[in-house]
């Protein structure tokens, strides 16, 4: 279900992301990065494995980071194919749109279920969701579900933290600030591309 009310904000305010080493076991518990403060560091990986490095200090253009579970998540894919009617145009405003999945480098275009032109990146390690503060652990009756769904979590991300994202979109703006978050517990509810379009919209012009 792709819906655009949840948690989300275009103004200073919020609590500082949770620390790497306090990963909560309830996706309702994450504690994102603060509208208004600046954004995180982090290392992901390419489709090719080499490192992407996420540096807020030296941004060269805004950037909308749109993190998903997996290409093994329906939602996901929902998500993705609903966002292929804005992402040129939010691309045209001069953002960087990043999206950061959980698969392993080699698996981040072969396991969605269709063809996209995405600059896709793997946050297999999960430093990113976590820099973030969007990262939470999944209990032991949460990953057997995924197991009875078929889904080897383990396989697809090629470590054994058992670990997701709450599926969320940020704008960080060039001199590092996060202008933008928005994130929902619920892993079936995502912002809708009219919603992402709009926010990438008024984060270039805050006191528009």
Request: glycine letters at 8%; aromatic letters at 10%.
């Amino acid at each position: 279900m792709i819906r655009s009310i949840a948690v989300l904000g275009l103004v200073a305010g919020g609590a500082v992301a949770a620390a790497a080493s306090a990963v909560p076991g309830d996706p309702a518990k994450v504690v994102p990065v603060a509208v208004g403060g600046p954004a995180p560091a982090f290392e992901a990986r390419e489709v090719n494995g080499k490192p992407y490095h996420f540096t807020p200090k030296a941004l060269k253009q805004p950037v909308l980071m749109i993190f998903y579970r997996g290409g093994w998540c329906p939602y996901c894919n929902a998500h993705l194919h609903d966002l292929k009617s804005v992402e040129p145009r939010i691309r045209a405003l001069g953002y960087e749109v990043l999206f950061l999945s959980t698969d392993r480098p080699e698996l981040l275009y072969s396991s969605l279920e269709e063809k996209v032109q995405y600059h896709i990146v793997s946050d297999a390690s999960m430093n990113a969701a976590r820099a973030m503060g969007v990262a939470y652990r999944l209990d032991a009756q949460a990953f057997k579900r995924l197991q009875d769904y078929g889904i080897d979590l383990e396989s697809t991300q090629g470590t054994t933290n058992h670990e997701l994202p709450v599926p969320s979109v940020f704008i960080v703006d060039r001199g590092g600030t996060v202008r933008f978050r928005y994130f929902n517990p619920d892993y079936k509810v995502r912002l809708d591309a009219a919603s992402v379009l709009a926010a990438a919209q008024k984060a270039l012009h805050p006191r528009g």
